[in-house]
């Protein structure tokens, strides 16, 4: 079975960084689009960023030029890293992948369990 595995939240001072990191594992035959989205207390889940097969990168307008979402294909992996924090950064952060397992099948789209990123003022 597919999963993936977020890691790398906790809390920061605002300024501040953090990385995290999605490995994707299972019967993967392929990976297209990797991405992060948010969700804080009491609103929608949000895009944070996207990233395609070939490494093409997509921002919401409120984290570009702070965050940089990058990928390993090599190791399934989906990468994010956060600096010049905000307290308005504050959610639970998903991991998310559109995942073939067959050549014949299509592309499914996997979570990750969340991963809690706080920005203390």
């Known amino acids: 079975q597919v999963h993936l595995a977020e890691s790398g939240g906790g809390l920061v001072q605002a300024g501040g960084s953090l990385r995290l990191s999605c490995a994707a594992s299972?019967?993967?035959?392929?990976?297209?689009?990797m991405g992060w989205y948010r969700q804080a207390q009491g609103k929608q889940r949000e895009l944070v960023a996207t990233i395609t097969s070939d490494s093409s990168p997509n921002y919401a307008d409120s984290v570009k030029g702070r965050f940089t979402i990058s990928r390993d294909s090599a190791k399934n992996t989906v990468y994010l890293q956060m600096n010049s924090l905000k307290p308005e950064d504050t959610a639970v952060y998903y991991c998310?992948?559109?995942?073939?397992?067959?050549?014949?099948?299509?592309?499914?789209?996997?979570w990750g369990q969340g991963t809690q990123v706080t920005v203390s003022s």
């Open positions: 299972g019967p993967i035959f392929g990976i297209n689009l």
């Open positions: 998310n992948a559109g995942i073939k397992i067959s050549p014949i099948l299509r592309a499914v789209d996997y």
